[in-house]
């Protein structure tokens, strides 16, 4: 059962139609009024002492399972005629226009995921591997020697700056014939587990089971990060998306829209200098745009990647007094001796990681 100090009744009517299902068995929400609490109650329709809702259809998904589940293989050998009536099986295709369920059809038959099985997904466009995808592949590969999880120790959590309310997660992906696992953190900040809680700025979120198993997703994105690493498949995670660490527009992937594949980024274009005239001073501006960086920025995503310094943007702010929606928007911002001292700080944070 959960209140309106929990949840706004608007977002329980959200949860109620968009098909959120008791946590413990799986029933359908209602929403009612509760005289003994003098308010509106999101409960299961079958036992108001059940706790926790979900979106994880258990019931359905492992009857798609028993007699759907198919082999990368035989997904990749599909024509886009079948893939699309995989998608359209999926339990919500009706959020999809006609171009994402093409898109969908397309990546998945291009690197073998599942739509059916929740493998992978669109979001705003662009697609995005689960857990689950990762794992089957993981396994198909042969070389999964195991996968342990647990949550980060007291000095994990200061190392990293990671404040009380958060919650934070190592994995440790073994892979045959590898000396060392492959390791991966998962952050849930505490901003994300309140009921009704959305990203600053996002209009049309709604209520998401994050918010009533926080620590399950921690734990999800870690293992998400480290399976990427040791089972590389260029496509970002949909656990990742909704987290005040995730950048969209510099994370997500394009896609070529006829064959699947996954685009690789196109070296951009020397810029021709500009001729100024003698008599003409330049004038200095304290400040540079992000096209006038001088920082390599495809350097500086794989170094924030392999650092996992997940909390470079608060660094940013609180030492530059800089804003923006993007890393790459925020080194803009800055003084050429700012954009020097920062990168620096990577350099040596590199240096000690070795």
């Given at each position: 059962m959960i209140t309106e100090k929990e949840m706004t009744k608007q977002d329980m009517r959200r949860a109620e139609a968009n098909g959120y299902l008791c946590r413990e068995c799986q029933s359908r929400l209602i929403v009612t009024w509760s005289s003994e609490k003098n308010c509106f109650i999101l409960r299961c329709s079958?036992?108001?002492?059940?706790?926790?809702?979900?979106?994880?259809?258990?019931?359905?998904?492992?009857?798609?399972?028993?007699?759907?589940?198919?082999?990368?293989t035989e997904l990749m050998r599909m024509g886009e005629s079948q893939m699309l009536k995989r998608v359209e099986m999926a339990k919500f295709p009706q959020e999809l226009t006609v171009a994402d369920k093409k898109l969908l059809a397309q990546v998945a038959i291009t690197y073998g995921f599942d739509p059916l099985m929740g493998e992978i997904s669109i979001y705003q466009g662009r697609p995005f591997v689960s857990i689950d995808g990762r794992y089957r592949k993981a396994q198909e590969s042969g070389l999964l020697d195991g996968v342990e999880t647990r949550p980060a120790t007291e000095q994990e959590r200061k190392d990293w700056g990671i404040p009380d309310g958060d919650y934070f997660f190592r994995a440790e992906v073994y892979v045959k014939g590898a000396s060392h696992p492959f390791i991966g953190w998962g952050r849930v900040h505490s901003s994300e587990t309140r009921p009704g809680s959305k990203k600053p700025?996002?209009?049309?979120?709604?209520?998401?089971?994050?918010?009533?198993?926080?620590?399950?997703?921690?734990?999800?994105?870690?293992?998400?990060?480290?399976?990427?690493?040791?089972?590389?498949?260029?496509?970002p995670s949909i656990e990742d998306i909704g987290s005040p660490d995730y950048d969209i527009d510099s994370t997500a992937v394009a896609v070529n829209t006829t064959t699947g594949?996954?685009?690789?980024p196109k070296e951009p274009k020397p810029q021709k200098e500009k001729q100024v005239k003698a008599e003409e001073p330049v004038q200095e501006t304290e400040e540079v745009t992000a096209t006038e960086s001088k920082i390599d920025l495809q350097w500086l995503k794989e170094s924030l990647e392999q650092l996992q310094w997940t909390d470079c943007g608060e660094y940013l702010m609180n030492k530059y007094k800089?804003?923006?929606?993007?890393?790459?928007?925020?080194?803009?911002?800055?003084?050429?001796?700012?954009?020097?001292?920062?990168?620096?700080?990577v350099q040596r944070r590199l240096d000690a990681d070795r």
């Open positions: 079958e036992d108001i002492n059940h706790t926790g809702i979900t979106r994880h259809d258990v019931k359905f998904e492992n009857k798609l399972r028993r007699y759907h589940s198919m082999e990368s700025g996002d209009t049309t979120s709604t209520f998401k089971p994050i918010q009533s198993n926080p620590q399950r997703m921690a734990e999800k994105r870690a293992e998400a990060q480290a399976l990427r690493k040791a089972f590389h498949i260029p496509l594949e996954i685009a690789e800089v804003k923006g929606s993007r890393i790459s928007e925020m080194v803009g911002k800055l003084t050429p001796e700012q954009q020097a001292e920062f990168v620096s700080e």
